[in-house]
């Protein structure tokens, strides 16, 4: 959970970014030894903070770099031993945490390859989980990293938040993996939880600190989106962390102030009088759920508008995806499983659960039972989370009932 604000920490400290996050790493190897034996210390992240820094002094010592940097790390810390007082400034954090991303969505990197670094430094997402996100192979996103960071040393990249004029160019990208980050938080691709509330609050931290830094319309889309959507997870789990779907889900349990933060930063992005973007889109979407008294009552169509407009700004299998499901609420399960086959005639999402747990829900609303058991069967052996997959294996078997 600390790892991103420890690395950016001593990325500052060093100028080093890949330095950083071996000291980071060591830091974390000492801690398994120390805290075995002496107790988990009162501050953990300070604790690895200064073992990491000294890690550095070290390091510096090695290379017998005796110069100005070095003397600036070493000051006042020969002697020194980890303690609650190492803990940095929570300011200072977000500063860190931000110029960490920035730093990965340098434009000397691919943008692609800055995505995959940042969302493995900063958002401690797994190569699976980013390689999903990509819907590309492990090895290609493991590839992208490396060389991500071999870049960024060769290219002396410095370690800060960039100047106003500088930001704009690497906006886009820093959106985007605030945005990858809080869709895992929400939809966690594998493990035993649905929903990563800790990562998905970490997103929507950012989103803030980002709509201070860059008061531009499309931040303002995004913190709309994350608190619109993060709205719901009160009423996404039950009480005993299985998934709730949104059908079934008790909306007096949604939390109210979300939603009208959320509609107030949509309402931001909406004045700007520029015509809304991706994530302004999927606010709005996120709106329409938001205000409904229920799903009968939600209006489809309009999501249905929505997810066309999303679909030619930024065409996505998902996004088509979830547009088939509004089709069928608004027009009917047919016109969904019409939208589907579009979908699996392009080969589109073939090595994942979406698309047959969607087109079994849709043959079981039409009574095709069949067809809809080896629907889900096949959801199943494709799901990685296992709280979803408990849900899909529930259905299934109900199914079986029928």
Not at 272 to 280: C, S, W
Not at 343 to 371: F, K
């Amino acid at each position: 959970m600390e790892s991103a604000r420890i690395v950016g920490a001593l990325a500052r400290y060093t100028g080093d970014f890949p330095l950083a996050e071996d000291l980071a790493q060591e830091a974390l190897a000492e801690a398994l030894v120390s805290w075995s034996v002496d107790g988990v210390p009162a501050q953990p992240a300070g604790w690895l903070l200064t073992v990491g820094r000294r890690r550095a002094i070290d390091t510096f010592r090695r290379r017998a770099a005796r110069d100005e940097r070095y003397a600036l790390l070493a000051r006042g810390l020969d002697g020194e031993t980890p303690g609650p007082d190492a803990l940095f400034d929570p300011e200072a954090v977000d500063d860190d945490i931000l110029a960490l991303m920035f730093v990965s969505c340098h434009p000397v990197l691919a943008r692609e390859a800055g995505i995959a670094l940042t969302l493995r430094v900063v958002g401690g997402l797994s190569t699976a989980e980013i390689a999903k996100a990509f819907l590309v192979p492990q090895p290609t996103i493991q590839a992208r990293i490396t060389r991500a960071k071999k870049a960024l040393a060769a290219a002396n990249v410095p370690f800060a938040v960039p100047p106003p004029e500088e930001r704009a160019a690497r906006l886009g990208s820093v959106l985007q993996v605030v945005y990858l980050i809080f869709t895992e938080g929400s939809y966690a691709s594998g493990g035993p939880e649905w929903i990563r509330t800790s990562l998905a609050s970490e997103a929507r931290r950012l989103a803030r600190v980002l709509v201070r830094l860059v008061p531009q319309p499309e931040v303002f889309g995004l913190l709309a989106l994350m608190e619109l959507t993060a709205a719901r997870f009160p009423a996404r789990l039950d009480a005993a962390g299985r998934p709730v779907l949104l059908e079934d889900q008790d909306r007096r349990l949604w939390d109210q102030s979300a939603i009208r933060r959320g509609r107030a930063a949509l309402a931001q992005d909406v004045a700007a009088g520029r015509g809304l973007g991706v994530y302004g889109l999927q606010a709005s979407i996120a709106e329409c759920h938001a205000v409904a008294r229920s799903v009968k009552k939600t209006d489809w169509p309009r999501i249905v508008a929505l997810y066309g407009a999303l679909g030619k700004l930024a065409p996505s299998p998902v996004i088509e995806l979830n547009r088939a499901v509004a089709v069928a609420m608004a027009s009917g399960a047919e016109a969904g499983l019409g939208v589907l086959d579009a979908i699996d005639a392009r080969g589109w999402l073939a090595e994942t659960h979406l698309l047959p747990s969607i087109r079994g829900e849709l043959l079981l609303r039409l009574g095709r039972i069949g067809e809809a058991r080896a629907e889900l069967s096949r959801a199943i052996g494709l799901c990685g989370n296992d709280a979803e997959r408990a849900v899909l294996q529930d259905k299934l078997d109900g199914v079986g009932r029928v």
